[in-house]
């Protein structure tokens, strides 16, 4: 199992779709988890964090659960700025963050 | 409050050269991470730096290397430069605490012809 794995996509949703993205991770012992967006050919940005009991961002959900090892990032009522990759990152056992390779969206009118 | 800061924007260099890449972190941020991603690829792991010291590094050549300066600066250099080192070159900074989020500079694009 890598240790964490996204499908790449690419998700084509219409604005104002509901989308979710998933993400398996491989260290049952990891502790950190958050959300990064990537537009094209940029620095990725912190998101969210993903906390145990799940949290909530205005129109982005992020779930946690660690009995089968994913998180979740949900989008409501998505705009065309959303369009970016979305990755995935979960704490590493020596202390650095893992990287997921993403999950693109594209967000069409 | 500043953010993550590299330099060069850009750099051009020829098959064999040298490159060296600069980063300068977020003030009070002790933790100084590399990753490359290639055209169209994720991010790949290179170094990370701590007060000073290397804690972990990414399955990478021995060419390219690095530091950490006593103000939490950090130095990449790739040495023996090949046309597949060509890639955006990301700084990120997180202060000490274990698992921190990274907060990314705009990055470094190295083009080697």
């Known amino acids: 199992r890598k240790e964490v794995e996204q499908d790449p996509g690419p998700f084509n949703v219409p604005e104002g779709a509901t989308v979710a993205f998933n993400c398996t991770y491989s260290n049952s012992a990891s502790q950190s988890f958050f959300w990064y967006r990537q537009d094209c050919r940029k620095e990725p940005k912190l998101l969210m964090s993903v906390y145990s009991s799940g949290n909530e961002d205005g129109r982005f959900t992020a779930q946690l659960n660690r009995a089968s090892q994913y998180i979740s990032l949900l989008i409501r009522d998505s705009k065309l700025s959303d369009s970016a990759t979305y990755l995935c990152v979960v704490g590493g056992s020596q202390g650095n963050l893992i990287f997921g390779k993403g999950t693109k969206l594209s967000v069409k009118p | 409050e500043a953010g993550v800061t590299q330099s060069p924007t850009h750099l051009i260099k020829t098959r064999g050269q040298q490159a060296t890449l600069r980063c300068s972190p977020i003030s009070g941020h002790t933790s100084v991470y590399w990753y490359q991603q290639a055209l169209g690829l994720g991010l790949q792991f290179l170094l990370w730096y701590d007060e000073g010291e290397e804690r972990n590094r990414g399955n990478f050549p021995p060419r390219f290397s690095g530091r950490q300066f006593p103000n939490y600066s950090s130095e990449l250099n790739v040495n023996a430069l090949e046309l597949e080192d060509s890639a955006l070159y990301l700084c990120?900074?997180?202060?000490?605490?274990?698992?921190?989020?990274?907060?990314f500079g705009n990055g470094t694009r190295l083009t080697v012809t």
């Open positions: 990120a900074s997180s202060d000490s605490s274990y698992n921190s989020p990274l907060h």
